[in-house]
């Protein structure tokens, strides 16, 4: 397949005038008039006014249209990834809730079997665990009655137990345990500071344990003050971790997104959705980690008040910080390379590059999505 009169962003998020050939589930070529010296025989698309942008890589997301990945379904997974393609998606963590350990681990064997026989749509990449290794105190939507200690054998036996599925975990630093469990699982996932209690003092000493990454910035942390830094002034003062935002207007207000992204700088910040179940639904009354949630003018909240995750998607969040004036390069840099680079997938996707996966999103001048292209197939066009 060739994709021809496009602008590409190269390796670099740089725009150039280029065409793009496929060779099955990979990129084979970009360069200019790729069509008058390449007899591919495959189909031609001809995308003049687009924007070819790698795609979207949403690493923390718990649920779409219905299905929740704690659900442990593979028909719904296999729904839930193909309508992510829809929204530019072409890669995405299914994340787990703070639930029973018998629950976690069917979700977890479930996603492995979707992984191993996967389906149309965006690509598992594997599996973010969040919880139950969290703060009671900062629990936010999470089910109180199964947080736990942090503990590296039982998480090592989730783990191997998998066959090493889990990308991401999340762990309250300041809890006992937590550094046993910090040390030990960064040899073999990224561990990121989530739901926690942590002052500036500790989540810089969970830095230099091992963690690198930020779940939800802001939500579910101590925030940034001039007199106490929290876990979002330890994030800004520490260059070698990354930081998650959930970009729907909600959770964060667009000039805070704004400040943030400016502070951050373009390879450090990372758009999740943390969508749960009513994502791409109507408003309405939902579960997530067993709790009611209702969701009005697509806000979800708990009975109590609590955001309870979001019903949001990657595209929108997209064409939000746009409009809230965060710079084209650093926002596509967020919903692809940088989450990509998070669980160690860069190599495969997260930008557009011969001998990666041909995970493309075509946009036109209004940001809209014409195409996209997962592994080499086409999985939704305009």
Request: proline residues 4%; aromatic residues 6%.
């Amino acid at each position: 397949m060739i994709l021809k009169n496009a602008t590409v962003l190269n390796s670099c998020f740089e725009p150039v005038r280029a065409d793009l050939a496929t060779s099955g589930e990979r990129i084979a070529e970009i360069a200019p008039n790729l069509q008058g010296r390449m007899n591919t025989g495959g189909e031609a698309v001809d995308l003049s006014g687009c924007t070819l942008v790698p795609g979207f890589v949403d690493i923390h997301i718990h649920a779409s249209i219905g299905v929740d990945t704690c659900d442990a379904s593979r028909e719904g997974l296999k729904r839930v990834a193909a309508y992510l393609a829809t929204k530019g998606v072409t890669s995405f963590c299914p994340t787990t809730m703070t639930v029973s350990s018998e629950e976690i681990r069917a979700a977890l064997d479930n996603v492995r079997d979707c992984m191993e026989h996967p389906g149309p749509g965006a690509r598992i990449a594997g599996v973010n665990m969040e919880g139950p290794y969290l703060s009671i105190h900062r629990k936010g939507a999470q089910k109180g009655e199964y947080i736990r200690t942090p503990d590296w054998r039982a998480f090592r036996d989730y783990y191997e137990g998998c066959g090493g599925i889990i990308k991401l975990l999340d762990v309250a630093p300041e809890c006992e345990g937590a550094e046993e469990l910090i040390r030990n699982a960064s040899r073999f996932c990224t561990v990121s500071i989530a739901h926690t209690e942590a002052d500036f003092a500790q989540a810089k000493q969970s830095f230099a344990w091992g963690v690198t990454h930020a779940t939800h910035l802001y939500n579910a942390m101590s925030g940034f003050n001039h007199r106490a830094p929290g876990v979002v002034g330890a994030v800004f003062d520490t260059p070698a971790v990354s930081a998650e935002l959930i970009c729907d207007g909600f959770h964060i207000d667009p000039a805070v997104l704004r400040i943030t992204f400016r502070v951050l700088g373009e390879d450090r910040t990372v758009i999740i959705s943390d969508a749960m179940r009513a994502a791409g639904m109507k408003d309405g009354d939902y579960d997530l980690g067993g709790q009611n949630v209702q969701v009005r003018g697509g806000l979800a909240r708990l009975a109590g008040g609590t955001i309870a995750g979001s019903t949001t998607n990657m595209h929108q969040e997209v064409k939000n910080l746009l409009s809230y004036g965060v710079p084209f390069r650093q926002v596509i840099k967020s919903a692809t390379i940088n989450p990509a680079r998070q669980i160690h997938e860069d190599h495969q996707t997260g930008s557009l590059e011969p001998g990666k996966y041909a995970d493309i999103v075509a946009l036109d001048e209004n940001m809209d999505i014409r195409l996209v292209v997962c592994r080499g197939e086409i999985a939704f066009r305009v």
